[in-house]
C-alpha cells in the first residue's frame, strides 16, 4: 500500500505543495513565505549531496516527505544530523510519518550516524497554529527532549517557543569511523 523510496528533483512541485501548507496555515515551520520551485530544488540538491532525502507514496501519489541535514555544519559533528519530516496535511495520524522516520533511521545509522536531532516549534499553550504534536509525535519514536528556547520564534502575531530533541541511534567510539555520505551509500 505504500512505497517509501528516495526523492527525486521531479518530485519537488509536489513535495513543495505539501510544505507550503505548513508555511501559509501553521507554525510548524518558523519560515514565512513559500520558496519558489527553484529555490526548493536547490535545497533538495543540496541536502541529496551527502544525506538521505525519502518520499512516501499511497497509490502512487506521494503523501510525505523526510530529510536529514547537517547538525550545526562543522566537521566534529559529521556523526550527528537534523531530520525533518512533512505529511500532506490530510495524511497524518495514519502511520505515515513513523514509517519514513523509521526509513530515514535507518539510512542515517548505515552511514555512521549516531545521534539525531529535531528543531521543533513548541507552545507555550497551544493554539490553531501550533500544537504539541509533533513534539509528542517524536517522543513516540523514542526522541527526548534536550533543550528550549522561549519566545524565539515570531509567525502570526504571537511568538512560540522552539525545542530540541535527540535520540541516540549509534554506539560513541572513543575511534570513531567515519561516515560515509548517502549517495556513496547507496553506491555500495
Not at 501548507?21 to 518558523?30: N, S
Not at 539510512?107 to 509533533?134: F, K, Q, V
Amino acid at each position: 500500500m505504500f512505497v517509501i523510496r528516495d526523492a527525486a528533483l521531479e518530485d519537488a512541485p509536489r513535495i513543495l505543495e505539501i510544505y507550503d501548507y505548513y508555511v501559509k496555515h501553521t507554525a510548524i515551520t518558523f519560515e514565512i513565505d513559500t520558496p519558489s520551485l527553484e529555490a526548493f530544488q536547490e535545497r533538495m540538491k543540496k541536502t541529496m549531496q551527502r544525506y538521505p532525502y525519502m518520499v512516501i507514496l499511497k497509490e502512487g501519489r506521494i503523501e510525505g516527505y523526510a530529510y536529514a541535514g547537517p547538525f550545526v555544519g562543522r566537521a566534529a559533528y559529521d556523526w550527528s544530523c537534523e531530520l525533518t519530516v512533512y505529511l500532506d496535511e490530510h495524511a497524518r495520524k495514519c502511520g505515515m510519518g513513523r514509517m519514513l522516520y523509521e526509513a530515514l533511521e535507518k539510512a542515517l545509522y548505515d552511514m555512521g550516524i549516531l545521534n539525531l536531532y529535531a528543531c521543533i516549534g513548541y507552545p507555550e499553550r497551544e493554539d490553531e497554529y501550533l500544537t504539541t504534536n509533533s513534539a509528542d509525535f517524536h517522543a513516540h519514536l523514542g526522541f527526548v527532549k534536550a533543550g528550549e528556547f522561549h519566545q524565539c520564534g515570531y509567525k502570526f502575531g504571537r511568538w512560540y517557543n522552539m525545542i530540541w530533541m535527540e535520540k541516540v541511534i549509534g554506539d560513541h567510539q572513543a575511534q570513531q569511523p567515519s561516515i560515509v555520505s548517502y549517495p556513496e551509500l547507496r553506491k555500495a
